[in-house]
């Protein structure tokens, strides 16, 4: 478990509620990213993820507040709002700071990063993982066992879609 360090912090959206209001797991990913950039040195960071069918504001626009709210200056977060996928985080990520200077580090959940990773990676951007007890912390309470049981298996689920796809290696 490593807290890689870099000068893009890449977030990575997940859900919000139909209200434009940070849902439960994009919240935990953007503490962690008001941490990371509290505690390291990155010069930008980049909040990828899009709005789905009946929102109004984008995901990456939501927790884009929400770090701004918490002491990340406006001008150093961008925002890619177009993609609802992993792999299209990795894509539109891409096109938008492919040509950066800098280690890129990747942000997200401890149970996503072994996909998205792998995605970031097969897109042509290459990423340090800096992934965050979600699954590790939960699965400490009796009552949250059960839907990290689900998560994981459905994260599983991707990962073997992604790889019949050719969208990642093992």
């Not at 996928?85 to 990795?90: F, K």
Request: hydrophobic letters at 40%.
């Amino acid at each position: 478990w490593e807290d890689s360090e870099g000068d893009t912090l890449i977030v990575l959206a997940n859900e919000q509620q139909s209200d434009d209001i940070i849902g439960l797991n994009s919240y935990w990913r953007a503490v962690y990213a008001v941490r990371a950039w509290r505690g390291g040195h990155f010069r930008a960071v980049v909040v990828s993820g899009g709005s789905p069918p009946g929102v109004h504001k984008s995901m990456a626009a939501v927790i884009g507040d929400f770090l701004a709210a918490n002491g990340i200056p406006r001008e150093k977060i961008f925002l890619e709002e177009k993609s609802l996928s992993t792999r299209e985080n990795a894509q539109y990520t891409k096109e938008m700071i492919g040509n950066w200077p800098g280690r890129n580090v990747l942000l997200t959940s401890d149970y996503h990063t072994f996909r998205a990773l792998r995605v970031f990676r097969a897109a042509g951007l290459e990423v340090a993982p800096r992934p965050f007890p979600d699954v590790i912390k939960q699965a400490n309470s009796i009552v949250n066992r059960g839907p990290c049981f689900w998560g994981l298996l459905v994260e599983t689920a991707k990962i073997a879609y992604y790889r019949a796809r050719g969208w990642i290696t093992l």
